[in-house]
């Protein structure tokens, strides 16, 4: 662990796999860069801490436990405002005690915290004790510039139509966000409460020393370029930063190994993906016209359904040529596939990061919050896909048939717009390995940040009261 010249940053997460396994990819980058002169304490709930049980770390790198001051993981979908709001009311005294046992444990206090930027009183934490705070976003910077500057959307009345919004661009108001329409974002409007957290949440930013991003520029270049002139701390873009995929509970070796065999037996870019990721919960009926749309384009498919994996063998078939519906799988390790030809998603941005590190073109089903502005990028900015919610009907639901046009479209070979996807994934693939090797822009901008944090250039935070 530490040595008394190491430096100590203590990393933060927001309690939910999508945020966690970012930060623990970022705190493995830090570790490595910094070559032994650093050693990383991660902050989880003891429940966390269970379900991380099989969770790899490097060297340097180890687990602290606040005690269950938030609800159960399990089932939080259920109350996703109310846990939203224990987070932001019931975690920093928690922390608050952890940092002084902390102290107490190294004599010293953390050179830095490295904080979720949803966590908003990670900064006053920091600045109660005079610790730097450092802030990771883990979606992206596109996403982060939309909300930063929420205070400039227009007002949306209701007067306009879907389709009108969907044709408007949110540059007129925000520039750097050509890709992102008014019809992204309406919903927002209708959200008070978790608006005024987000706020909170971007207030704070401000007064972070620094902010990480788990981007890359050549990914997002004009939305990075304008964080770095709108914020008034430096901004580090340092991925892709890619998860490591830990088991679920009850997860098998045998299993993935079995998943192995059977896409080694596909012909080569002859798979569609598909996953909604960790926490997305589908509506029945979108789920069926989904399960359904799959078969009938006759296309392969390997589809992490976790507990619905047998109504999904049910719905569409299966068996050596159909398909797999599985629980789990290592999706960087599917996605790298030769077998593996396209990504049904619903853009999340760790997801994304793992589809352009592996060169896939994706169909974008998003779901709620930033994976609407997502998929947006996905189809307009970087030309990669297809933005199925596009194709809901008024009932909000995207058919089956809408979702099998799609599907073959994405996955047939011959076609020319499926070749051109599949051309600028690749080039995709090729900046997203390009940017961390050494020389590349994440690699020089992660050696920029290790610096400056081991000679102690980040300062003492100020207060957020």
């Known amino acids: 662990m530490a040595t008394a010249t190491a430096r100590h940053v203590v990393a933060v997460p927001f ?75 019931k975690m920093a005294g928690a922390l608050d005690r952890l940092l002084d046992r902390l102290e107490l444990d190294l004599g010293r206090t953390p ?8 966590l908003t009183w990670g900064v006053a934490a920091g600045a109660r004790k005079g610790i730097p705070v450092c802030s990771l976003w883990t979606q992206p910077a596109t996403f982060f510039l939309a909300l930063y ?16 919004l969907s044709i408007k661009s949110l540059e007129e108001y925000v520039p ?25 949440v971007f207030a704070h930013a401000r007064k972070a020393h620094c902010v990480l991003l788990t981007s890359f520029h050549e990914l997002e270049p004009s939305a990075i370029n304008r964080m770095a002139e709108s914020l008034p701390c ?32 596909q012909p080569e870019n002859s798979v569609l993906y598909v996953s909604f990721g960790s926490f997305v919960s589908m509506a029945p009926a979108q789920l069926e016209e989904i399960a359904m749309g799959i078969r009938d384009s006759g296309v392969r498919f390997f589809w992490v359904a976790r507990d619905k994996a047998p109504d999904v063998r049910r719905m569409c078939g299966g068996g050596d040529k159909g398909g ?59 030309k990669v896909g297809i933005n ?27 076609r020319g717009a499926s070749q051109e996807m599949r051309r600028r994934a690749g080039e995709l693939r090729q900046a997203s390995r390009s940017a961390v090797q050494e ?16 000679e102690g250039r980040l300062g003492a935070a100020e207060t957020s009261q």
């Open 439 to 454: 020389g590349g822009s994440s690699h020089r901008s992660l050696s920029n940040f290790v610096q400056d944090l081991m």
């Open 176 to 200: 750097g966000l050509s890709s992102v329409r008014l019809s992204d974002i309406k919903i927002f409007r209708s959200w008070a409460r978790p608006m005024e957290i987000t706020e909170e």
């Open 111 to 118: 050179d830095a915290i490295l904080a979720d930027t949803y």
């Open 149 to 164: 500057h929420s205070d400039r959307w227009p007002p949306l009345d209701g007067r306009a139509s879907e389709e009108e």
């Open 15 to 89: 309690p939910g796999r999508g945020h966690i396994n970012p930060m623990l990819a970022v705190c493995r980058q830090l570790v490595a860069a910094a070559d032994g002169a650093l050693a990383v304490t991660v902050v989880v709930t003891e429940e966390w801490r269970g379900l991380l049980a099989s969770a790899p770390l490097p060297d340097r790198v180890r687990f602290a436990t606040i005690p269950n001051v938030i609800p159960s993981e399990h089932g939080r979908g259920a109350d996703h405002a109310g846990f939203i709001e224990a987070v932001h009311a």
């Open 234 to 265: 430096p901004v580090y873009p340092i991925g892709p930063s890619v998860p490591q995929h830990m088991p679920l509970e009850g997860s098998k070796i045998h299993e993935e190994e079995e998943h192995r065999s059977w896409l080694d037996a």
């Open 324 to 382: 797999l519906a599985v629980l789990w799988c290592d999706q960087q390790k599917v996605l790298c596939h030769p077998s593996v030809g396209g990504f049904l998603s619903h853009c999340g941005w760790n997801s994304l990061l793992e589809a352009v590190r592996a060169g896939v073109p994706l169909l974008a089903f998003p779901v709620g919050w930033d994976q609407l502005v997502n998929a947006r990028i996905v189809a307009d900015e970087w």
């Open 388 to 414: 199925l919610r596009e194709q809901r009907r008024e009932d909000g639901v995207v058919s089956r048939a809408a979702i099998s046009a799609a599907a073959a479209k994405l996955m047939d070979l011959d």
